[in-house]
């Protein structure tokens, strides 16, 4: 079982939809989970952290956290093409755990 | 452009070359990173130096050679790479030392090709 698992895609919906993104982990004991954004030719970016169980809101973004299905969801409202890119999921084990990312494709 | 700079931005090289990968962080952090991005793979953490001791070298073959001067500089020395090495390399640092909760700030990466 990978450590940290996600949904390659692409997962393509409409400008001004919500995007919903998921992810999973294998440790129960992971406390730290962090959603980065990595544009096409470009280096990751951080955009979410999240250390509790529940809903953590910046703008645009929510971050979910259920620690007893050992689930982490990333929510993007009013999806703009400039949302358009891979989405990684990284949780903490002792050191920053990535997934190998979502790719996010938002249609005008 | 971020505090994390990197060159070169590509690198082409052969099997029997030796080139190196340099980093510079303008952030005042405390520690560094190598990672390699392989298509369709997640982030592979490589090394991890804190406050310029190495604290972790995940299983990383020996052709790959890391050195941290400074807090500031990191390099990766590389020597006889193979094609499967051919990969994007980022460079990031965060603020404290490595610890749990660390947020990471990338520089831009070193796309290699090895031929």
């Known amino acids: 079982q990978k450590e940290v698992e996600q949904n390659s895609g692409p997962l393509s919906v409409p400008e001004g939809a919500i995007a919903s993104l998921n992810c999973t982990y294998s440790?129960?004991?992971?406390?730290?989970f962090f959603w980065y954004r990595q544009y096409s030719g470009k280096s990751p970016e951080l955009i979410m952290s999240?250390?509790?169980?529940g809903d953590k809101e910046d703008g645009r973004f929510t971050a979910q956290l259920n620690k007893a299905s050992q689930y982490v969801s990333l929510l993007i409202r009013d999806s703009q093409p400039s949302d358009s890119a891979t989405y990684l999921c990284?949780?903490?084990?002792?050191?920053?755990?990535f997934g190998q990312g979502t790719t996010l494709q938002v249609k005008p | 452009e971020t505090g994390v700079t990197q060159t070169p931005r590509h690198l082409v090289m052969g099997m029997t070359n030796k080139k190196s990968l340099k980093c510079e962080q303008h952030?005042?952090?405390?520690?560094m990173y190598w990672y390699k991005q392989s298509a369709k793979k997640p982030l592979e953490l490589m090394f991890v130096?804190?406050?310029?001791?190495?604290?972790e070298n995940n299983s990383v073959p020996s052709r790959f050679s890391p050195e941290c001067p400074n807090s500031s500089h990191l390099f990766l020395h590389l020597h006889t790479l193979q094609p499967e090495d051919s990969a994007l390399y980022l460079c990031?640092?965060?603020?404290?030392?490595?610890?749990?909760?660390?947020?990471?700030?990338f520089g831009s990466g070193t796309q290699l090709s090895v031929l």
């Open positions: 990031a640092s965060s603020p404290l030392g490595g610890g749990e909760g660390e947020k990471l700030f």
């Open positions: 440790d129960r004991v992971s406390q730290s």
């Open positions: 999240i250390y509790s169980n």
């Open positions: 990284a949780v903490i084990r002792g050191k920053l755990i």
């Open positions: 952030l005042g952090h405390n520690a």
């Open positions: 130096y804190s406050l310029e001791e190495r604290v």
